[in-house]
């Protein structure tokens, strides 16, 4: 299904770093193929402020890959079925280019 969203670059992620704009890649599950590959872009401002963690926790991965600080805090959480209306796209660009 990831496949099928449009592609996000870089530096389209990037620019959405605010908490009214507020997207995230998430390279989700090792046996998620797709997931694992691309990631999964979300526009999560408008679930910023019904994190558990808050608001300014989460902005730390505003704009970037939210991965890593996921995992740190979270690995078992089910983020994929949590923000399916949140989906905008797939990542494809290159990582190295994310702050
Ligand atoms: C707690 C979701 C990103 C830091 C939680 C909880 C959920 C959640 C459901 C409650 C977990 C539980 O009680 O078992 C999400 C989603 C994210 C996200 C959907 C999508 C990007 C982040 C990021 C950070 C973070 C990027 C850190 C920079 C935390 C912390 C807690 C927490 C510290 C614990 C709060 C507490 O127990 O007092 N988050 N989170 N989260 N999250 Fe996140």
Known sequence: ??????????????????????????????DDYWVVLFGQVYDVSPYLEYHPGGVPELMRAAGTDATGLFNQYHSWVNYDNMLKACIVGRFDGDTAKLP
């Open 1 to 30: 299904a990831s496949a099928r969203l449009p592609k996000v670059s870089a530096e389209e992620l990037v620019k959405h770093n605010k908490q009214d704009d507020c997207w995230v890649v998430l390279f989700g599950q090792q």
